[in-house]
């Protein structure tokens, strides 16, 4: 065998090697910044993002910009998730069948919920232990959350955003 | 290379929304590269016969067939049981095997004599064994993955599996040497001819133990601590099992006189409890307790030798190959310089002399492939590696239950640990230690074991990439987990 058609094996092999790392790269690149775009918690994005694929196409109506879209925990273990709102109501507590499952020791196990009401989304205490607080005020009844201002539960930390 | 890459994947990649893109399988990228991956394998086969015989056989693709039979025969099983599953995995994976097949089958051709070689046949030899070997492991797999349906159903099986993954480790210890003895490392159980590395199927049982473990107790384990100098360190009660496994972990070292399979243990429970807890402390306390058990290993070797001497021998040699280059440090000695020999591009497939080095078709498989296709081809093989376990930390990042999680990262982080530890005592980082390299090495066991964790891994994925098609999650869909949730909206578990 000669020898150029030797070197050129050895040298087309190892380039072979790259390219199919460089397709494997490809096929999984999507992936591979989806998450650093998003900055969200893994788990999270993915099925909200289809299961509110039709949801996020109505609230459109709604004023846009003003309306919450998602919701972020800004204090907590949770820090950094996000949710994005749909039409469905948001459970939150240590259960493991809320919508956000927190792991915080004041927690209880169904401690609270926000429902959209016309676009307003309303923040209810489930008869928690340690209570839900608005900014500083403690929640009773169903109460509208402003956007941006903090939902106190234990030591998470919730705030709506458009 | 980026620019020839590119066509090769553009199947896979148009046509996609965005908002559609979880619902895709991804069979279709699956395939195209397992089809890539095998033209490289027939590309490495026919090289070597160029290069070692001067002539290519005419039937020099049918290793290359069989084996496309056996992978393609495993996609389609995934299409039908895993159709989520990660397209990436099982391409990387048969490349990396079937690389290992036909380095095996030129270290066949280089110990023929000349006369011999262009009439060998194909299935002689370790390289017809690990034939043979690649076969049962994929069937194995395929087998796991038509049983395990749902990665949660082996929660189940948790205790059984650790009591199972303790006695598989400890079966080698206490062998009489006779029937456990390889080259100083007390691993394997040898009846007849054949030998088996328990310590390889030992991994995973103890993995999914750790798992569902942890799962249980990581409330406590994340919760309870107290803080100092700015890190959270556990409660001296909660540090029990991490003792435990520590205590394990250095009978193995002890007994077994391995470090690698003790680092292994050791290294897979930290992870798993760092996975399950986020606590730094624990990674910290781990590293600490690994290397002073370590340390006082050589230590204790070097003035009460016994079951330490062994570890002290190679902690020598780890530290001084050249000392004694025709005796102790023999085989480190001839895995560098085959590596230096091999310098940046390699000899070329079937250019180098492995026969050099010993036991080259197993612990030194990187050093003697390394020789021949150097550092260019060594980095795209390292680099296949840390694709792999990147897939398994996305599978891990990506599924929703903790006990998954756990799981898929841990087996992740395993193989990389394994393939670091082999790959750092072959390069000298590391003190040498009998590793197996996974899916290169020469050896039913580990390629077995390797075989089911990749399986375990497809499982995992396929869980976590599969769209969610009801409100109920796929939690109430695979039952087992929550209850049916009493609300309308989509359960979304999401914790750390």
Do not use: C
């Not at chain 1, 846009?64 to 039409?87: D, F, W, Y």
């Not at chain 1, 489930?126 to 005020?137: Q, V």
């Not at chain 2, 760092?274 to 204790?300: H, K, Q």
Request: net charge positive; glycine share 12%.
């Amino acid at each position: 065998m000669p020898e150029l058609v030797i070197t050129v094996a050895r040298f087309g092999f190892l380039i072979l090697l790259w390219i199919f790392v460089f397709t494997v790269v490809g096929v999984i690149r999507r992936d591979l910044f989806a998450g650093a775009r998003s900055g969200r918690l893994v788990a999270a994005p993915r099925a909200v993002g289809a299961s509110t694929g039709q949801p996020q196409a109505k609230p459109a109506k709604v004023k846009r910009g003003r309306a919450a879209h998602q919701l972020v925990v800004t204090a907590g273990q949770l820090a950094g998730t996000r949710i994005t709102l749909g039409e469905a109501q948001i459970t939150i507590g240590r259960a493991e069948d809320s919508t956000l499952v927190i792991t915080d020791d004041y927690a209880s196990a169904r401690h609270a919920r926000l429902v959209p009401r016309d676009g307003q989304w309303f923040v209810e205490d489930l008869g928690s232990t340690n209570g839900t607080y608005l900014d500083r005020a403690k929640v009773t009844g169903p109460t509208p959350v402003p956007l941006g201002v903090p939902i106190r539960i234990g030591r998470t930390s919730l705030e709506l955003r458009p | 290379m980026t620019a020839a890459a590119a066509p090769a994947a553009s199947p896979a990649t148009t046509g996609e929304q965005p908002g559609v893109r979880l619902a895709r399988s991804r069979r279709n990228a699956e395939l195209s590269l397992l089809l890539l991956a095998l033209v490289i394998v027939a590309a490495y086969g026919a090289t070597v016969e160029a290069t070692v015989l001067g002539t290519v056989t005419p039937d020099f693709w049918v290793p290359t067939a069989v084996l496309a039979g056996v992978f393609l025969a495993l996609h389609v099983v995934i299409r039908f049981l895993a159709p989520f599953a990660d397209p990436a995995l099982l391409p990387a994976v048969a490349l990396l095997n079937g690389i290992g097949v036909g380095f095996l089958r030129r270290l066949d051709l280089a110990r023929a004599a000349p006369a011999d070689r262009e009439t060998l046949a194909i299935f002689a030899g370790n390289g017809g064994r690990q034939f043979a070997w690649t076969l049962a492991s994929v069937v194995l797999a395929a087998g796991l993955l038509a049983l395990m349906r749902d990665h949660r159903s082996i929660s189940r099986y948790a205790y059984t599996l650790g009591l199972a993954g303790i006695v598989l480790v400890m079966i080698p210890a206490v062998l009489p040497a006779k029937y456990s003895e390889i080259y100083g490392a007390k691993l394997w159980i040898r009846v007849g001819g054949f030998s088996i590395q328990p310590g390889e199927f030992a991994k995973l049982a103890l993995l999914v133990f750790f798992a569902y473990y942890l799962v249980r107790k990581r409330e406590v384990l994340s919760l309870a601590s107290h803080r100092f100098l700015g890190i959270d360190f556990p409660r001296g009660r909660d540090l029990g099992p991490v003792l435990a496994v520590w205590v394990l972990s250095v009978l193995v070292l002890v007994f077994e006189k391995d470090l690698g399979t003790s680092l292994l243990y050791f290294g897979m429970f930290v992870v798993t409890l760092y996975i399950a807890t986020e606590r730094v402390s624990w990674l910290l306390i781990g590293l600490i307790l690994f290397f002073g058990g370590a340390y006082l290993a050589y230590v204790l070797g070097d003035v009460v030798g016994g079951p330490f001497a062994n570890f002290h021998l190679r902690a020598q040699i780890w530290l001084d190959p050249f000392a004694d280059p025709y005796q102790d440090g023999y085989q480190l000695v001839q895995g560098l310089l085959a590596l230096g020999s091999g310098g940046l591009f390699g000899a070329g497939p079937g250019g180098g002399e492995p026969l050099e080095i010993p036991e080259v078709q197993n612990d030194f498989i990187f050093a003697g492939i390394g020789e021949e296709i150097g550092l260019f081809g060594l980095s795209a093989l390292l680099v296949i590696y840390l694709l792999i376990v990147e897939r398994g930390l996305r599978a891990a990042l990506a599924v929703r239950d903790s006990f998954g999680k756990l799981l898929a990262g841990g087996l992740a982080f395993t193989l990389g640990l394994q393939v670091f530890v082999i790959v750092g005592g072959i390069s000298k980082l590391i003190p040498l230690t009998g590793q197996t390299t996974p899916f290169l090495s020469a050896g039913g066991s580990s390629l077995m074991a390797n075989w089911l964790l990749i399986a375990v891994l497809l499982r995992v994925s396929d869980a976590a990439r599969r769209p969610v098609t009801s409100g109920g999650g796929p939690a109430a869909r695979a039952g087992g987990g929550p209850p049916e949730q009493l609300h309308g909206a989509p359960t979304e578990v999401i914790r750390p």
